[in-house]
């Protein structure tokens, strides 16, 4: 079986694209693979966060992967430092990984380049990533677009570390969905959807109510021509709609193309609505019931142990190879 690890950061609110580039796929694979999805509460540290929110944000992301239709008999759900094997491993890797292909990091340079103030954790993020997906012997990393360097980098250590102190890591491939890789934001068709946006009108929240759902899409930004056509250059806001409703409703592009001949915006926008509205309800009932009957914290101490069960054995290995006494 397939060795599969994704994470996401328990910061700001779970969205669409989180939900349509990664967690669709971590629910996809969880049939197929041994599969260990993370909450990376450490990864959310390396900017300041308010400690009681973070706790929030990390149980909430929990309820929404399991809401989501993560099954804990088949996947391990966990919280990063619950297992401390990853900070443990980032340090070694932080010995083999580069200052210069770190400070290449786009992310590092969005957030943190020009900022005297910036943590020394944002410019270290990625290692700690590497070593998530490292320590696992992960061959299979489904994530979205926008973690593709990370995913270069992460490769790059893991040949390395091979190649100074000998054979201890599988080399991870990344697995992006091309359809849902970068979905876009709807105030902003131009950028990606995401949690750090100024605006609100950027994203679609997992847990946001029906009548909010609509509004924004009604809102969406498109363009002035009235043609419904698949051209993510010419037409960014309306490709990205007919992407989300793809995804939601499982109809191919063309088939949405074909049936939207002559229709106005409007039509699309609210239709598009609708089938995320349907996608989302039966998530939202769930995420409720499951918050309310306190299951969730049974099954993070069962995916830590699980996790901690997962990665003894390559750490001891990182660290026998490095000359460290066991
Ligand atoms: P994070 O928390 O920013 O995002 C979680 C996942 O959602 C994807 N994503 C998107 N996909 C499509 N369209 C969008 N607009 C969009 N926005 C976000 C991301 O690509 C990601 O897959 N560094 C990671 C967390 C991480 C990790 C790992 C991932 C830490 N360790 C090990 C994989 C393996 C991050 O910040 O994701």
């Known amino acids: 079986v397939t060795r599969v690890f994704s994470g996401m950061q328990p910061t700001g609110v779970l969205h669409l694209g989180n939900y349509l580039g990664a967690m669709k796929q971590f629910i996809a694979l ?3 693979g041994e599969c260990y999805y993370c909450i990376v ?10 400690p009681a929110e973070l706790r929030r944000r990390t149980r909430e992301l929990a309820g929404l992967y399991v809401a989501a239709g ?18 443990e491993a980032a340090w070694l890797l932080q ?9 290449r990091m786009t992310q590092f340079k969005d957030k943190g380049k020009d900022s ?3 943590t020394s954790g944002l410019f270290t993020y990625p290692v700690l990533m590497a070593a998530d997906i490292l320590l696992y012997q992960t061959e299979v990393v489904p994530v979205g677009e926008d973690q593709r360097q990370h995913m270069e980098l992460t490769r790059d250590l893991a040949e390395r570390f091979n190649r100074q102190y000998g054979e201890v890591f599988t080399v991870p491939d990344v697995r992006i969905q091309k ?7 709807l105030d902003n068709p131009e950028k990606k959807m995401s949690k750090s946006a100024p605006s609100e009108a950027n994203y679609i929240a997992l847990l946001e109510e029906p009548k909010s759902i609509l509004k924004k899409f009604k809102r969406a930004v498109t363009d002035s021509g009235t043609e419904i056509r698949f051209d993510p250059e010419q037409k ?14 499982g109809q191919s592009i063309d088939t949405l193309v074909e049936q939207y001949q002559g229709k106005g915006y409007g039509h699309l926008k609210v239709d598009t609505a609708e089938a995320v509205i349907a996608e989302l309800e039966p998530l939202q009932a769930r995420y409720h019931q499951l918050m309310e009957s306190g299951e969730i914290d049974d099954i993070l101490a069962k995916g830590a142990k699980q996790a901690r069960a997962a990665t003894a054995e390559t750490l001891a290995k990182m660290k026998e190879a490095m000359g460290l006494i066991l």
């Open 30 to 32: 969880q049939e197929e």
């Open 236 to 249: 960014a806001g309306v490709s990205n709609l007919l992407s989300i409703y793809s995804a939601v409703s």
């Open 41 to 50: 509460d450490l990864h959310a540290l390396t900017i300041p966060r308010d």
């Open 70 to 87: 993560l099954d804990p008999a088949k996947a391990t759900i966990f919280v990063q430092s619950h297992n401390p094997d990853h900070a």
């Open 95 to 103: 010995c083999v990984a580069r200052i210069g292909e770190l400070s």
């Open 179 to 185: 359809a849902t890789a970068r979905i876009m934001g």
């Open 116 to 118: 005297e103030s910036a």
